[in-house]
């Protein structure tokens, strides 16, 4: 009887062919678990560079947090494709990132207006402006135009109180101190 060598007996194609497959169906399977996880926001956070946002998120007095309570997770905000969110954990994995972390998501007042306009889920801008319409001013209709959102406010750091650089307003000081700081 003739032995056959370790090639003859392994390396065959179909033995090679039933590993690929087995290979890529495990990787597959690994990635879309991957992908389903980091919809979660609790999945964010297992990256300690990522942990502070998720705690201002989950728990703070900032603007996060109060779109968090409203049920708007971190990614209805961080659209990152596929590819995005690979690089993203790779430069990671790599060290290859700075802090503060750079990018994010876009946001200008369009951006914001998605949701925060009458076509939106959120409040339309004239209910902003007729819920801050106090009486000495009304930060929403500004004498400087219409200001991109981001100019007052924050989501993982303090709101600005743009106004608060030339005028004293009483209505500023009823804003809570956690959530927002004063050029003053």
């Known amino acids: 009887m003739e032995r056959k060598s370790f090639r003859e007996r392994f390396l065959n194609r179909k033995v090679i062919l039933i590993v690929l497959v ?24 297992t990256c300690h560079i990522i ?23 971190c990614q209805e905000c961080h659209h990152n494709s596929i590819p995005e969110k690979a690089m993203e954990g790779i430069n990671f994995i790599t060290g290859n ?10 946001t200008s007042r369009e951006f914001c207006l998605e949701c925060h306009s009458p076509e939106g889920e959120g409040i339309s801008w004239d209910e902003i402006q007729a819920a801050t319409d106090f009486e000495e001013s009304n930060p929403h209709d500004s004498h ?12 993982h750091e ?3 109180v743009f106004c608060s650089e030339c005028h004293i307003f009483n209505w500023i000081d009823d804003l809570d101190e956690e959530a927002w700081t004063n050029a003053w």
């Open 22 to 45: 087995t290979v890529i169906i495990i990787g597959a399977g690994t990635g879309v678990g991957l992908l389903k996880a980091s919809e979660n926001p609790s999945f964010c956070a």
């Open 144 to 155: 400087h135009g219409e200001q991109e959102c981001n100019v007052c406010h924050q989501m």
């Open 158 to 160: 303090p709101s600005y």
């Open 97 to 106: 990132y700075t802090l503060p972390l750079e990018g994010g998501p876009d």
């Open 51 to 73: 942990k502070p946002y998720y705690e201002s998120w989950s728990e703070s007095a900032l603007l996060d947090h109060k779109h968090a309570a409203e049920d708007v997770t």
